[in-house]
């Protein structure tokens, strides 16, 4: 594997006339929205992530690929500090995660949560204000018209006052991601945001994130469907409880990294098969 | 509606009522984060532990028993913790064993004491006294005004107002985090918001009714108010903030209702003897819950079809 090189080799470009290896890292985590060093997350005994390193860009959209169990959902919480890490150390945009806790946006998978909770459509979005509102703020005036754009970016708005029990599964993702949009944040992370969702729900939200991305934010995203991860995204991560390769699309995402993340049962002419199968376990 | 009532109903009904609403609200929580049976489980393990308060102190008051009670309830949390995690069972499992046990446990040290002198017994921990709890000192609703009668309010009902006011006020303060974390942990938490915190903050405050309201009025209504008046107001409304004022009055009516029912109602259909006003409360806010399945206007999960 060659993309821890090849990171190095990004950095030390980057890095103000060269330096050696450590102070290239540094440099890198200075900058990067989003990096990770030795995270290792575990519940009970087995680790569910081991020692990861990972650095996601800006102005890119990166995808977090893996079999079922390999830790993606487990790598995001913990860079949110939802779930506590055992070891290893987390910065978003070169500072400690609670420093820059208002940089970031997260959507949630959606199964993760209740929808047939008494609430609307709005109130959900409002959730991504309370950083502005607080315990007691009212969403009136500018956070309401914030939240009611973030509704029109997402073709809800005429859902606003909308049971969210009402909604079909594509139409609850939009919610999640307008609630994400409402934090307007830099960094982005989603938890599979194409699970069961449509296919105009699907392309909807493509279009969402790389309008994200065009506005030079990063967004990171754990995501299934192996067919589409050239055509959404720029970068990917591949990770097996460790990390596998990590790279844009062209350098790290192969037959050698798919075989070496799904257990090396896989070429890369069976990309399809694995797709229509399901992922591997 | 005299000097009368002052005197025989109105504190026993006032009770009752802070008891119900001290129940109510934290049960609307627990409800939504599928943890009802949590209410229950508290009000069955602050048996031993007001047994025990009561064995070491050798008297019926009101402070050792309370810190007996939560003391059995931080045991139960551990105990359930550990049988979880040690036994690999899943959590309703897990308190159910604990709670059913550390409550025969309770009834069994209860009976072996001796008790008959108190009025500490396995009815009075599952009925309460609410009865019992009036206001002899009145004449009237004069009383009212009048410090020195007001003095000989039944402590019962001056506790319970102030652990009412304490969960109402909590809940209003908090209630941002609590909405944010009930219906979306994973979120709350990337906003920084505590939310285990919050989560075990819920419990405590539950456990704080329950502990409060099992003096006064034992814990068959505790057991009812944390579910029921919660249940059917889910059933009127399809948000957060309205169902919540809906079981505050579901939980008002049950206590009043339930009062009156259980003093009057056996005279009106021609019987002697009054029943058990916590038991008649409970019977109420269980049929307020039937009638809400039967007719509450969002009865049907509306997501059902939909997703």
């Known amino acids: 594997m060659t993309n821890g090189d090849t990171s190095n080799v990004l950095a030390a470009r980057i890095a103000p006339g060269g330096g050696t290896v450590q102070e290239d890292n540094a440099a890198e985590l200075a900058r990067a929205p989003l990096a990770v060093r030795g995270l290792t997350v575990s519940y009970g005994e087995k680790p569910a992530v081991f020692s990861v390193d990972a650095t996601f860009a800006d102005k890119a959209m990166t995808a977090i690929v893996g079999p079922n169990g390999a830790g993606k959902s487990t790598l995001l919480k913990a860079c949110l500090g939802i779930v506590p890490r055992v070891a290893g150390e987390v910065r978003v945009f070169g500072q400690p995660l609670e420093a820059a806790r208002h940089r970031i946006a997260y959507v949630p998978q959606r199964a993760s949560v209740d929808w047939d909770f008494p609430t609307t459509v709005l109130d959900v979005v409002r959730m991504g204000l309370y950083r502005e509102a607080g315990l007691f703020g009212r969403f009136t005036g500018r956070l309401d018209t914030r939240a009611r754009k973030c509704l029109e970016r997402v073709g809800m708005a005429d859902f606003a006052t909308r049971q969210i029990g009402q909604l079909s599964g594509g139409q609850q993702q939009r919610v999640f991601l307008a609630r994400a949009l409402a934090q307007e944040a830099d960094l982005y992370l989603l938890d599979e945001p194409f699970a069961g969702v449509d296919a105009a729900t699907e392309r909807a939200i493509v279009d969402v994130l790389k309008l994200l991305k065009a506005e030079g934010k990063a967004v990171v995203a754990v995501h299934h469907d192996l067919a589409t991860v050239a055509d959404y995204f720029d970068r990917v991560f591949l990770i097996n409880v460790r990390r596998i390769a990590e790279g844009t699309v062209a350098e790290a995402f192969n037959a050698e990294t798919l075989a070496a993340a799904y257990g090396g049962r896989l070429a890369a002419t069976h990309v399809d098969e694995l797709v229509l199968a399901g992922p591997l376990t | ?307």
Request: with cysteine; net charge negative.
């Open chain 2, 1 to 307: 509606m005299g000097a009368d009532f002052v005197q025989f109903s109105l504190t026993p009904i006032l009770i009752g009522v802070f008891a119900a609403i001290a129940c109510a609200l934290p049960g609307n929580f627990l409800i939504l984060r599928r943890q009802a049976l949590i209410g229950d489980a508290i009000s069955h393990v602050v048996l031993p532990g007001i047994v025990v308060a009561f064995l070491v102190t050798g008297a019926v008051s009101a402070m050792p028993m309370l810190l007996g009670a939560a003391g059995a309830a931080v045991l139960a949390v551990v105990l359930i913790e550990l049988v979880k995690r040690i036994g690999g069972v899943e959590p309703g499992a897990a308190m159910g064993v604990v709670f059913t046990t550390l409550f025969a446990a309770g009834v069994l040290i209860l009976e072996q004491s001796d008790t008959s002198s108190v009025h500490l017994d396995v009815e009075h921990a599952l009925m309460g006294n609410l009865e019992s709890l009036i206001w002899l000192r009145a004449e009237g609703w004069h009383s009212l005004l009048d410090v020195e009668a007001l003095a000989s309010l039944p402590p019962e009902l001056p506790r319970m107002a102030l652990t009412c006011l304490l969960i109402t006020a909590l809940m209003l303060v908090f209630w941002r985090w609590l909405k944010i974390a009930t219906f979306d942990e994973g979120f709350a938490a990337s906003l920084g918001i505590p939310a285990a915190a919050v989560g075990f903050a819920l419990v405590i405050a539950a456990a704080l009714s329950a502990v409060a309201a099992f003096d006064a009025v034992g814990s068959i209504i505790v057991i009812a108010m944390f579910v029921c008046p919660p249940a059917a107001a889910r059933l009127m409304t399809q948000s957060l903030e309205r169902q919540v004022i809906w079981s505050v009055a579901f939980a008002t009516l049950s206590a009043v209702l339930g009062y009156v029912l259980a003093g009057y109602g056996p005279l009106w259909l021609g019987g002697a003897d009054a029943v058990s006003a916590a038991g008649m409360i409970a019977v109420v806010s269980g049929v307020i819950l039937g009638l809400a399945c039967l007719f509450g206007p969002h009865r049907a999960r509306v997501g059902a079809g939909a997703a």
